[in-house]
């Protein structure tokens, strides 16, 4: 495999899949479901027969080849023809490669453009994103407590319930805005990048808060009297290396009002 593999980028359903921010789909539908019902405008659908596929292609963003029949070959040739992005899943038992195999086949006989889609194997999912180029999905409808792991993991999407989407959406914020690179080219697009990294900072901040006030508990003088000035520059100093272009004299008052403000509420708190 080449060491300059192009990244693939699938738009879908308005958001380009494979750069940028991961994005959260909460409106998968699968006619393969007993009573299931193609809404008027959907992002993904599964089709039950190649009799679905018209009625997908009028109300859905991009198809979906379900793993249980990654093996009915007329069916993935019908859906690759629809021209819609495909997003391929994963058969439980299937290896990288015949998943891989699905996605080129797709490819080749449709000319699409394909998305891959895992449940379970994160580290698989890590791998196919890396050999292949392609943007991957990590469906975690069944727990998505996973999503965060996932979005980690290096999904460029998560594919959730309604009621898993609000879960989904923090973790798409909060670790998106650590792990994956963005390269916004509006200033719609860079203002939204900032909120997805304010909100990362407000958790961070609200983290380290309740260890600061954890440490005022245990040290044997706390409060203000208690602070450490060699450590207080050490941490800076540390900062520093990992923000180089604010340096040490931009990041010391930004941390001593970091450090104050957890002082403040620990005192706060003891005294309430």
């Not at 203002?191 to 954890?214: F, K, M, S, Y």
């Not at 050490?234 to 104050?260: C, D, K, Q, T, Y």
């Amino acid at each position: 495999m080449s060491s300059t593999l192009e990244r693939h980028v699938v738009p879908l359903g308005g958001h380009p899949v494979g750069e940028g921010p991961a994005v959260v789909i909460s409106d998968r539908v699968s006619l393969r479901e007993p009573d299931a019902v193609l809404p008027a405008a959907v992002t993904l659908a599964e089709p039950a027969s190649a009799a679905d596929l018209p009625a997908i292609a009028a109300s859905a963003q991009g198809v979906v080849i379900g793993g249980a029949w990654t093996r009915d070959i007329p069916l993935v040739r019908a859906v690759a023809g629809l021209g819609l992005p495909v997003v391929v899943e994963r058969r439980r038992t299937a290896t990288l490669e015949e998943w891989l195999g699905v996605a080129d086949y797709c490819e080749a006989e449709g000319g699409v453009q394909v998305i891959l889609c895992e449940h379970a194997d994160l580290g698989l999912l890590r791998e196919a994103r890396a050999v292949s180029g392609r943007p991957v999905l990590a469906d975690v409808t069944a727990d998505p407590g996973l999503s965060t792991a996932a979005v980690a993991a290096g999904a460029d999407g998560l594919i959730v319930s309604a009621d898993g989407r609000h879960e989904a959406e923090e973790a798409a914020a909060l670790v998106g805005a650590l792990l994956r690179p963005e390269d916004p080219a509006t200033l719609a697009e860079c203002r939204q990048a900032i909120d997805r990294v304010d909100a990362a900072l407000a958790t961070l901040l609200e983290r380290r808060a309740a260890l600061a006030g954890r440490v005022q508990r245990l040290k044997p003088v706390g409060g203000f009297a208690g602070r450490d000035p060699g450590r207080e520059r050490a941490l800076v100093a540390r900062m520093a290396e990992r923000a180089p272009s604010l340096g040490e004299a931009r990041l010391a008052p930004v941390m001593n009002a970091i450090i104050e403000a957890g002082l403040q509420l620990a005192e706060e708190r003891a005294a309430g």
